[in-house]
């Protein structure tokens, strides 16, 4: 009996067009592009504040997702989003985007009596 082993080289490429789709006050929702041409089995989503030191992973994702929403940010805060591909070879190279969270707080109206 033959066996046929398929043998990973090469790590994932970069993931592309990877972008927000929407922002909110409170939550951000990515999306990218899968890479058809190379095996993926999983895409891993950071995110921290522009000037943070520390980076919190949002969750790992399956290969055939590509689009996830980021829950519990703060308000009127710039983040910064990196995305890496994984197989069995390895991880990508990250690609990045970032996005302002809008904030909720009110204007008033400014009424001119002359």
């Not at 999983?42 to 995110?47: K, L, Q």
């Given at each position: 009996?033959?066996?046929?082993?398929?043998?990973?080289?090469?790590?994932?490429?970069?993931?592309?067009?990877?972008t927000?789709?929407?922002?909110?006050s409170?939550?951000v929702?990515?999306?990218?592009?899968?890479?058809?041409?190379?095996?993926?089995?999983?895409?891993?989503?950071?995110?921290?504040?522009?000037?943070?030191?520390?980076?919190?992973?949002?969750?790992?994702?399956?290969?055939?997702?590509?689009?996830?929403?980021?829950?519990?940010?703060?308000?009127?805060?710039?983040?910064?989003?990196?995305?890496?591909?994984?197989?069995?070879?390895?991880?990508s190279l990250?690609?990045?985007?970032?996005a302002?969270?809008?904030?909720?707080?009110?204007?008033?109206?400014?009424?001119?009596?002359?």
């Amino acid at each position: 009996m033959d066996a046929i082993i398929l043998c990973l080289d090469d790590t994932p490429s970069v993931p592309t067009s990877f972008t927000h789709s929407s922002v909110q006050s409170t939550q951000v929702t990515l999306t990218w592009t899968s890479l058809a041409t190379d095996i993926v089995t999983r895409y891993t989503i950071s995110y921290r504040r522009i000037g943070g030191c520390s980076s919190t992973i949002s969750e790992s994702s399956t290969a055939t997702r590509t689009t996830i929403t980021i829950f519990c940010l703060e308000e009127n805060i710039q983040y910064e989003f990196t995305i890496t591909a994984t197989n069995s070879a390895g991880t990508s190279l990250p690609a990045m985007t970032t996005a302002t969270t809008l904030s909720t707080s009110k204007q008033k109206n400014t009424i001119i009596i002359s």
